[in-house]
């Protein structure tokens, strides 16, 4: 083979090498697009919204909540797995914008909580929620934050991946259940962040109005590996992470298999569960389980015929 010849060679077999990395490249940073529909609630019937998420990477993207024929000039707590992570505010004809970005600009807040997978409530001042919906999510219930590479700014990029697939693509694997907050650090060491975190009386996440904790003292990666979100505030006094607390609490008994679990919810969610109002006035003890009086079947009409989405 002659020099050009072996130029040649080598030349394509640097060209195929590179193609064969940014496929993996590409394999690894998957985008995402969701577009999903926020249904009315018996309080606002004639209301409509759309949530839509676009990300980049399972680190960098946007989220947006659009509402319609809400109530006019009010302000909405936008409530993500009964966490207040933001506010939606109507104008003259009832509709409203909320934007959410990992890089915020103009008036977007900052995206420190997934959407994939969760829970979105639009919620009044008066703590009904007017608009609900449940963001879907592909991602296997065994996937969690993993750490790929760094860009220029120093901070890892991270992806939603089994720890089989994290280390096939050479990744560190974190104890973050997902990519938002982003777990994965930065250097030099980065600046404080507003962190929520939900709790239950219960010991579960069960109830419709949780006790809602907050730090101001954590890191965007400490936050993540706590199970907490990011909200764009400057502190935690007030609470910026507690929503309204909805009206009309009740305990109710949720069927689960042959057992029903004590919840502390709204009728409408209750009866959505296909849940039993209990006369018991808390879960402790658990009015639910074997000697407990398992909940007042007459007490279900109260609320029968305003079942929620």
């Given at each position: 083979?002659?020099?050009?010849?072996?130029?040649?060679?080598?030349?394509?077999?640097?060209?195929?090498?590179?193609?064969?990395?940014?496929?993996?490249?590409?394999?690894?940073?998957?985008?995402?697009?969701?577009?999903?529909?926020?249904?009315?609630?018996?309080?606002?019937?004639?209301?409509?919204?759309?949530?839509?998420?676009?990300?980049?990477?399972?680190?960098?993207?946007?989220?947006?909540?659009?509402?319609?024929?809400?109530?006019?000039?009010?302000?909405?707590?936008?409530?993500?797995?009964k966490v207040k992570v933001g506010t939606l505010v109507t104008g003259p004809g009832g509709s409203g914008v909320?934007?959410?970005?990992?890089?915020?600009?103009?008036?977007?807040?900052?995206?420190?909580?997934?959407?994939?997978?969760?829970?979105?409530?639009?919620?009044?001042?008066?703590?009904?929620?007017?608009?609900?919906?449940?963001?879907?999510?592909?991602?296997?219930?065994?996937?969690?934050?993993?750490?790929?590479?760094?860009?220029?700014?120093?901070?890892?990029?991270?992806?939603?991946?089994?720890?089989?697939?994290?280390?096939?693509?050479?990744?560190?694997?974190?104890?973050?259940?997902?990519?938002?907050?982003?777990?994965?650090?930065?250097?030099?060491?980065?600046?404080?962040?507003?962190?929520?975190?939900?709790?239950?009386?219960?010991?579960?996440f069960v109830d419709d109005d949780p006790e809602v904790e907050c730090e101001d003292d954590v890191s965007q990666?400490?936050?993540?590996?706590?199970?907490?979100?990011?909200?764009?505030?400057?502190?935690?006094?007030?609470?910026?992470?507690?929503?309204?607390?909805?009206?009309?609490?009740?305990?109710?008994?949720?069927?689960?298999?042959?057992?029903?679990?004590?919840?502390?919810?709204?009728?409408?969610?209750?009866?959505?569960?296909?849940?039993?109002?209990?006369?018991?006035?808390?879960?402790?003890?658990?009015?639910?389980?074997?000697?407990?009086?398992?909940?007042?079947?007459?007490?279900?009409?109260?609320?029968?015929?305003?079942?929620?989405?």
């Open positions: 083979m002659n020099p050009k010849g072996k130029w040649s060679h080598w030349t394509t077999v640097a060209v195929l090498a590179g193609a064969v990395i940014a496929a993996m490249v590409a394999s690894a940073t998957a985008k995402t697009k969701i577009r999903q529909t926020l249904h009315a609630t018996a309080h606002a019937p004639n209301a409509s919204g759309l949530a839509k998420l676009a990300l980049r990477t399972g680190s960098s993207g946007k989220f947006t909540i659009k509402a319609r024929h809400l109530p006019r000039g009010k302000s909405f707590d936008i409530v993500v797995n909320a934007r959410f970005s990992t890089s915020p600009k103009g008036r977007a807040t900052m995206l420190g909580f997934d959407p994939k997978g969760a829970q979105i409530a639009i919620r009044d001042e008066g703590g009904d929620d007017d608009l609900e919906g449940n963001i879907p999510d592909d991602n296997p219930d065994s996937a969690m934050g993993c750490c790929l590479g760094e860009h220029d700014d120093g901070e890892a990029e991270c992806e939603d991946m089994t720890a089989t697939e994290c280390a096939g693509h050479g990744g560190t694997p974190t104890t973050a259940a997902g990519c938002l907050p982003n777990p994965c650090g930065t250097n030099p060491p980065p600046t404080t962040v507003v962190c929520c975190r939900g709790s239950s009386a219960g010991g579960a990666s400490e936050c993540a590996h706590e199970g907490g979100i990011v909200v764009q505030a400057s502190s935690c006094d007030p609470n910026p992470c507690q929503p309204a607390p909805p009206p009309d609490l009740v305990i109710c008994c949720v069927p689960d298999g042959d057992e029903a679990e004590c919840e502390h919810l709204t009728r409408d969610h209750c009866t959505g569960a296909n849940g039993t109002v209990s006369t018991a006035t808390s879960c402790d003890p658990d009015p639910c389980g074997a000697g407990g009086d398992g909940g007042d079947g007459g007490d279900t009409s109260d609320g029968g015929g305003d079942a929620g989405d």
